[in-house]
Every structure is written in structure tokens, then in C-alpha cells.
């Protein structure tokens, strides 16, 4: 019989304790336990996991030093996903939200099969599949899907609202050579059975707040914005809501006619496209320039009464330039949620 040996976490200032297997991550462990500390990519890309082990031993696999430079690694600060537990721990939280630990649900795998994939653009499609048990998630969130054959996995947010919890929809964006990606217009059809194991990630809608939410995007960061628009839509609370969404050109752009009937729908909702590459198309007579640029010029004109939320999900160099223009909104650090889509580690 194997012996699986475990040690003790603790989380400060929280006073949240837990167990971690050897061979497991902390934050692996964490998410078992239905503890969702801080984290994006999980795989020491990003970042978002960063916290100081106070006491104890850890080895950490491998990392990205952009995500955790030497300097910080020598003060004693770990990655938890990254992060092997020798002995019990004592881990102080950088980053904590009440919000997020109130909210966790524990991760599981679930088994889906796959019901459709739809062509929004030349390099956008939608996925959708069905699973028998409910998968209960909070609008924004991800899960890692496995393709068949069980070797290719990668993370999806989801574009449907948590209200539907037997089908779940993911917008994706196509990469040449693209491990997954490449599937959806190849090796894939309905019937094919994937795995489904989540719910993760912190950008999520958070709820019964007053001021204005924006949401900034581009690509297939579509995705989680979709669903947190959707499940706003379907709450009582009637916030504004600006939706900024960045493409090249309206070649790129989608779900058009569903955002028209939402702006006639929504107490007070605007989507606001912007082409970054449209100065030869006369016939656009929407926003141009880049995401952060169009977002920057409309905080400046518009007075938005009330404290921001503000939700971003897309490709890390684009959220690197909207994070900046938020803080000098006065957007306060705590009310902004973003996801960075890391490429996966190969
Ligand atoms: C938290 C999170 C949520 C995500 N949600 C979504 C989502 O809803 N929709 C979605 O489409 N994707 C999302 N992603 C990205 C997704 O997980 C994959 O990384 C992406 O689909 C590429 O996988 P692939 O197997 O097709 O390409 P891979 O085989 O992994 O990569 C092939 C090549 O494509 C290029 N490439 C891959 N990813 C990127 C990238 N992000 N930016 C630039 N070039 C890249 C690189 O050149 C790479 O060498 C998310 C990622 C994270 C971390
Ligand atoms: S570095 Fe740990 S979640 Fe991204």
C-alpha cells in the first residue's frame, strides 16, 4: 500500500488551514480543498499566485522568472502553483479577496461531449459541449479542457452565463500550429468526448456593488466577457455597462446583432468596437486605434458617476496596456480583474 504523506498549510492573514499531498502543488491542494486563493495561468507565468512562505520548505518546479524574478525568490517568496510542500507551512497571501475565498467552489474533472463548433470569423470559432453533471462556476471563469486521447490540454473561460451549467459554450481563437486549437477545424466532431476540470480563475463578476462596470477585451477574450455581460443581463441590478472590445479589422468582429439587442434590452449597456487596423476602410465609422488608446480617450471625456469595476481578459501584452490606463482613471487596484490568456507550457 502506498503512503501518501501530507503536511499542514496555513494561510495568513486569513487563518485558513489545509492539507497538501506531496506531489501536489499548494494551490492544487487549495483548489481540491474548495479554497481559491489567488492565481490565473497556474502553470508560473503570471504571476497572480505570488505569496511569502514564512515558515516551512518548498521545491518549486519549473517557472518563468518574469513571473517570479531571483530577487523575490531570495526574500523568501514562492509561487503556489509552482510550489512542492516538505514540512507544514506557514504561507502569508500577497493577494486575498474576501470576495473570492467566500466564493469558492472545489475544483473536479467532469466528462463532456462534444455538441458543436460554429465559425464566428476566419480565425475565431465557438465550442460548445455537454456534460450530465452541473458545473457550477461564477461568470468569467475557466476550466482546462482535455482534447480526446488525453495528451492536449488547455484553458477555455467560458462564454455562457453560470445559469446554464449543462452546456457550456468557449470562444476560441485559432493559432497557426496550435495544438488545440488546430483540432476544432480538423480532428474534431459532435459525440467526441473531452474532459472538462475546473471551475478556476478569479476574474469573476462581482455582485451588488453600485458604480459602472467595464469590460475590455479583444480576440477571444470575448469569452469570459460574454458571459459576465449575459449573467448581468439576467441579474436585477441595473449598473452601466460599457463593453470596449479591440479587433484589426470588421473582418474580426462578431456577436454583433446579439450586442444591438442587449443595448435595447440593458437598462444603460454600450459596446464599443474599436479597429486597430481599418485606416484604409472607409466604410468603418466606429472607434480606431488600439483598445487601451480608445479606452483611455473616453475616460477622459466621459464622467462615469460612481466606483468602477473593471474586468479584462485577452493576450498579456494587451492587458499590460490597459492596466496603466485604468490606475490613472482612478480605478482602484482592488476593483480591477483581469485575465492574462498565457500561452500554455509546452
Ligand atoms: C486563464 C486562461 C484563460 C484562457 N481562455 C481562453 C479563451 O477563452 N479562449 C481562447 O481562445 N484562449 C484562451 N486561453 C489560451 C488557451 O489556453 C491556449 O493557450 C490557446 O488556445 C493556444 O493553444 P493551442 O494549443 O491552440 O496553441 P499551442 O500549441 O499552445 O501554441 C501554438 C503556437 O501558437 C502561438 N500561441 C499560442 N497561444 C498564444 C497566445 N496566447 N498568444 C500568442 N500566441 C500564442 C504560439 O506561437 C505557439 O507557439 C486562455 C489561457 C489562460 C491562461
Ligand atoms: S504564476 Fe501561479 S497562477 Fe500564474
Same mark, same amino acid.
Given at each position: 500500500?502506498?503512503?501518501?504523506?501530507?503536511?499542514?498549510?496555513?494561510?495568513?492573514?486569513?487563518?485558513?488551514?489545509?492539507?497538501?499531498?506531496?506531489?501536489?502543488?499548494? &494551490?492544487?491542494?487549495?483548489?481540491? $480543498?474548495?479554497?481559491?486563493?489567488?492565481?490565473?495561468?497556474?502553470?508560473?507565468?503570471?504571476?497572480?499566485?505570488?505569496?511569502?512562505?514564512?515558515?516551512?520548505?518548498?521545491?518549486?518546479?519549473?517557472?518563468?522568472?518574469?513571473?517570479?524574478?531571483?530577487?523575490?525568490?531570495?526574500?523568501?517568496?514562492?509561487?503556489?502553483?509552482?510550489?512542492?510542500?516538505?514540512?507544514?507551512?506557514?504561507?502569508?497571501?500577497?493577494?486575498?479577496?474576501?470576495?473570492?475565498?467566500?466564493?469558492?467552489?472545489?475544483?473536479?474533472?467532469?466528462?463532456?461531449?462534444?455538441?458543436? /463548433?460554429?465559425?464566428?470569423?476566419?480565425? %475565431?470559432?465557438?465550442?460548445? /459541449?455537454? /456534460?450530465? $453533471?452541473?458545473? +457550477?462556476?461564477?461568470?468569467?471563469? =475557466?476550466?482546462?479542457?482535455?482534447?480526446?486521447?488525453?495528451?492536449?490540454?488547455?484553458?477555455?473561460?467560458?462564454?455562457?452565463?453560470?445559469?446554464?451549467?449543462?452546456?457550456?459554450?468557449? %470562444?476560441? +481563437? +485559432?493559432?497557426?500550429?496550435?495544438?488545440?486549437?488546430?483540432?476544432?477545424?480538423?480532428? &474534431?466532431?459532435? *459525440?467526441?468526448?473531452? /474532459?472538462?476540470?475546473?471551475? =478556476? *480563475?478569479?476574474?469573476?463578476?462581482?455582485?451588488?456593488?453600485?458604480?459602472? %462596470? &467595464?469590460?475590455?477585451?479583444?480576440?477571444? *477574450?470575448?469569452?469570459?466577457?460574454?458571459?459576465?455581460?449575459?449573467?448581468?443581463? $439576467?441579474?436585477?441590478?441595473?449598473?452601466?455597462?460599457?463593453?470596449?472590445?479591440?479587433?484589426?479589422?470588421?473582418?474580426?468582429?462578431?456577436?454583433?446583432?446579439?450586442?444591438?439587442? &442587449?443595448?435595447?434590452?440593458?437598462?444603460?449597456? $454600450?459596446?464599443?468596437?474599436?479597429?486597430?487596423?481599418?485606416?484604409?476602410?472607409?466604410?468603418?465609422?466606429?472607434?480606431?486605434?488600439?483598445?487601451?488608446?480608445?479606452?483611455?480617450?473616453?475616460?477622459?471625456?466621459?464622467?462615469?458617476? *460612481?466606483?468602477?469595476?473593471? =474586468?479584462?481578459?485577452?493576450?498579456?501584452?494587451?492587458?499590460?496596456?490597459?492596466?496603466?490606463?485604468?490606475?490613472?482613471?482612478?480605478?482602484?487596484?482592488?476593483?480591477?480583474?483581469?485575465?492574462?490568456?498565457?500561452?500554455?507550457?509546452?
Amino acid at each position: 500500500m502506498t503512503v501518501i504523506t501530507t503536511h499542514k498549510v496555513r494561510f495568513e492573514p486569513v487563518g485558513i488551514e489545509m492539507e497538501v499531498e506531496e506531489g501536489e502543488t499548494v &494551490l492544487d491542494a487549495a483548489f481540491r $480543498q474548495g479554497i481559491s486563493v489567488m492565481h490565473g495561468c497556474k502553470e508560473g507565468q503570471c504571476s497572480s499566485c505570488k505569496s511569502l512562505l514564512l515558515d516551512g520548505d518548498v521545491e518549486m518546479l519549473k517557472y518563468s522568472t518574469f513571473a517570479l524574478p531571483d530577487y523575490e525568490r531570495d526574500t523568501g517568496h514562492i509561487l503556489l502553483c509552482r510550489s512542492h510542500a516538505y514540512s507544514d507551512l506557514t504561507v502569508e497571501l500577497l493577494n486575498y479577496d474576501e470576495d473570492l475565498l467566500r466564493r469558492s467552489i472545489a475544483v473536479q474533472s467532469f466528462d463532456a461531449t462534444l455538441a458543436k /463548433i460554429t465559425t464566428l470569423t476566419h480565425d %475565431i470559432r465557438m465550442l460548445e /459541449i455537454e /456534460i450530465e $453533471q452541473p458545473l +457550477k462556476f461564477w461568470a468569467g471563469q =475557466y476550466v482546462d479542457l482535455t482534447l480526446p486521447g488525453g495528451e492536449i490540454t488547455r484553458a477555455f473561460s467560458m462564454a455562457n452565463p453560470p445559469s446554464e451549467q449543462h452546456r457550456l459554450a468557449f %470562444i476560441i +481563437k +485559432k493559432y497557426p500550429q496550435g495544438a488545440f486549437s488546430s483540432a476544432l477545424d480538423a480532428n &474534431l466532431s459532435p *459525440g467526441d468526448r473531452l /474532459i472538462a476540470k475546473g471551475p =478556476y *480563475g478569479t476574474c469573476f463578476r462581482r455582485e451588488g456593488r453600485p458604480g459602472p %462596470i &467595464l469590460l475590455i477585451g479583444g480576440g477571444s *477574450g470575448m469569452s469570459p466577457l460574454r458571459s459576465i455581460l449575459l449573467d448581468q443581463a $439576467q441579474s436585477a441590478e441595473t449598473r452601466p455597462v460599457r463593453f470596449f472590445y479591440g479587433a484589426r479589422t470588421q473582418a474580426d468582429l462578431f456577436n454583433l446583432d446579439e450586442f444591438a439587442k &442587449l443595448t435595447a434590452e440593458m437598462p444603460d449597456f $454600450q459596446f464599443i468596437p474599436a479597429l486597430s487596423h481599418a485606416d484604409d476602410d472607409a466604410s468603418w465609422t466606429g472607434e480606431r486605434g488600439f483598445i487601451h488608446e480608445v479606452l483611455a480617450k473616453y475616460l477622459r471625456a466621459e464622467a462615469l458617476a *460612481g466606483e468602477i469595476d473593471a =474586468y479584462s481578459c485577452g493576450p498579456p501584452p494587451m492587458i499590460d496596456a490597459i492596466l496603466p490606463v485604468l490606475q490613472m482613471a482612478g480605478v482602484e487596484p482592488d476593483h480591477i480583474y483581469f485575465d492574462k490568456f498565457t500561452p500554455a507550457v509546452r
